[in-house]
């Protein structure tokens, strides 16, 4: 049992994380004419030169790399509209600003392999950097605060390779301080009770009544 949970807080690689953000969708504009793709995830097609159409992120890296499309870069991927998640990040230090659960991963994929595909390439490519940056260091300032009041954590819009950093390290540090907490509270009981057990032995005793 004790195997089973030390396998459940162990870290994915970077390798593996961004092994489950393959199966986000992209949009793809296909330069070819193709039939439907039967996958065991799904079936994908017919695709049309010029039509845009929906495809997992590996499918449309795969594609890509064999110039049977291009990968449209997601919504979220604009100097605008980063440049707006970054200012927001900075203004507030205790708040995390929605983004795709993988961000990190989707776009270092296409930074990889359909920089072609981006307008701006080099700024938003900082631009991602810039708010990845931020959003460590606030979650660093944020672990710093744990200690034995804390029983519980709550971070909202944390995308995966954040949570897959602090997750063991938070767990780890809660358990300690229950532990710790626990130790203490048994004894506490312990000495109140011995308290309650030395006061009743100093009440007046009654005499029995002989028989």
Partial sequence: MASQDNQLLSLFSAAEVEFLAEDELINI????????????????GPFRPQIPAQVPLWLGVALKKR?????????????????????????????FQPLPFHYVEISRLLFDHSQDDISDFYLIRSLVEDVRDVRFHKVEKGLETLSGRTHAVKLKNLSAMEVNLIRPF??????????????????????????????????????????
């Fill in 29 to 44: 504009v296909p330069s070819v004419r193709m039939d439907t793709l039967h996958m065991i995830c799904g079936d994908y």
């Fill in 67 to 95: 110039g049977k499309c291009r990968i449209q870069p997601p919504d979220w991927m604009t100097v605008e509209k980063l440049t707006q998640v970054l200012e927001d990040e900075r203004e507030a230090p205790r708040e």
């Fill in 170 to 211: 938070i767990v780890k540090a809660l358990e300690s301080f229950y532990k710790h907490d626990s130790e203490d509270l048994v004894k506490q009981v312990d000495s109140e009770r011995d308290s309650q057990l030395a006061a009743a032995d100093r009440l007046p005793r009654r005499t029995l009544r002989p028989r």
